[in-house]
């Protein structure tokens, strides 16, 4: 069963053109459960693009539910028993993908940690829950049993079959984390790609605009339909292609419906959001692929991104 989940190391692939100069360095990593890599222009060196990594590896092990050092960890072991104070930076992410929560009627979820382990998408054997199980958990996951004290920094989840998990926003978040500390030591140019979150900072070196790939979810690795143009910019793609296990010939992916704790079934293949701000592009893109064409269209509107969506029937909608 493990072998038939599919991780899309490489869901997009960035045009970086050889006729580029200087001559970029590229550095790979596995975090995040994903391929990441880091691409820098003109000031870039292996020592520094591993530094770049370092900062980014502490970040991703801060908001990992499964790093037993993390805070993420100890506010789900807490769950149903007492509020756990955070630091500053990871009380904020908390708070903004709540936030994202209400304002995406509910299609984000970050609550829904418990119904992925039960279906066991990451695990040696994942399988199709119990409807009893899903019903259970699906009430659980109601965004009110997370609660905030703005002043005392605390989390806490209310009811104890409820966890957290920041898997649709961390990459994104990490992304612009990265993007942030690039700037700060002078980069230019560069290209950020953690597992289909893309952000792009500056303009290729010959001033036009990055070229980002964007995934066939009916390729493998690397085959694209499309592309975008962006400098300054996320670019960050979801699709059920991703991540996905194959039971009694059926498949299913790992993103959830929050109204069913079931895969979304909607009539997109892969949405990918473009926007300057790393997290909500990474948040949106999640939403929007439950949410179906019609509804994420009003999304992207409401938040003033734009976005590109593959619909099932192999239809482009560029917003
Ligand atoms: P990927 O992690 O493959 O880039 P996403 O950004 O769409 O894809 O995030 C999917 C991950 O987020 C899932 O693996 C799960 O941990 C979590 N998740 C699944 N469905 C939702 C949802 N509706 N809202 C928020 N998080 C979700
Ligand atoms: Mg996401």
């Known amino acids: 069963m493990k072998d038939?989940?599919?991780?899309?190391?490489?869901?997009?692939?960035?045009?970086?053109?050889?006729?580029?100069?200087?001559?970029?360095?590229?550095?790979?990593?596995?975090?995040?459960?994903?391929?990441?890599?880091?691409?820098?222009?003109?000031?870039?060196?292996?020592?520094?693009?591993?530094?770049?990594?370092?900062?980014?590896?502490?970040?991703?092990?801060?908001?990992?539910?499964?790093?037993?050092?993390?805070?993420?960890?100890?506010i789900n072991a807490m769950a149903g028993r007492e509020p756990v104070k955070v630091t500053g930076q990871v009380f904020?992410?908390?708070?903004?993908?709540?936030?994202?929560?209400?304002?995406?009627?509910?299609?984000?979820?970050?609550?829904?940690?418990?119904?992925?382990?039960?279906?066991?998408?990451?695990?040696?054997?994942?399988?199709?829950?119990?409807?009893?199980?899903?019903?259970?958990?699906?009430?659980?996951?109601?965004?009110?049993?997370?609660?905030?004290?703005?002043?005392?920094?605390?989390v806490y989840i209310a009811d104890e079959k409820a966890s957290l998990d920041l898997g649709a926003i961390a990459k994104g978040y990490a992304s612009q984390a990265a993007a942030d500390y690039l700037r700060s030591q002078g980069v230019e140019k560069a290209v950020i790609n953690f597992g289909g979150n893309v952000y792009c900072i500056g303009t290729r070196p010959d001033s036009s605009p990055w070229r980002v790939g964007i995934q066939n979810p009916d390729t493998?690795?690397?085959?694209?339909?499309?592309?975008?143009?962006?400098?300054?910019?996320?670019?960050?793609?979801?699709?059920?292609?991703?991540?996905?296990?194959?039971?009694?010939?059926?498949?299913?992916?790992h993103i959830l419906d929050p109204a069913t704790g079931r895969p979304a079934d909607s009539d997109l293949a892969s949405v990918s959001i473009i926007c300057e701000d790393g997290a909500l592009a990474d948040a949106l893109s999640t939403a929007c692929f439950v949410a179906g064409a019609d509804k994420a269209e009003e999304l992207c509107r409401k938040f003033g991104v734009s976005a590109l969506f593959l619909t099932q029937s192999g239809e482009v909608i560029r917003i």
């Open 4 to 74: 038939c989940i599919k991780i899309s190391c490489l869901a997009l692939m960035v045009l970086l053109l050889a006729s580029c100069s200087p001559d970029p360095v590229t550095g790979y990593e596995f975090m995040m459960d994903t391929q990441c890599s880091i691409t820098v222009y003109e000031r870039g060196d292996e020592a520094f693009i591993d530094g770049t990594f370092q900062f980014v590896r502490q970040l991703a092990s801060r908001l990992d539910r499964y790093d037993e050092s993390s805070e993420i960890f100890r």
């Open 220 to 253: 493998e690795y690397g085959g694209y339909f499309t592309t975008v143009e962006v400098s300054d910019c996320a670019v960050v793609t979801s699709g059920g292609y991703q991540r996905y296990f194959i039971q009694d010939g059926v498949r299913y992916h």
């Open 92 to 154: 904020e992410l908390i708070s903004r993908a709540r936030d994202l929560c209400e304002d995406t009627d509910g299609l984000f979820n970050i609550l829904m940690g418990n119904i992925s382990d039960l279906w066991g998408f990451t695990s040696a054997e994942p399988h199709v829950p119990s409807d009893e199980e899903l019903a259970e958990l699906t009430a659980a996951a109601d965004i009110s049993n997370l609660v905030l004290n703005e002043e005392d920094q605390t």
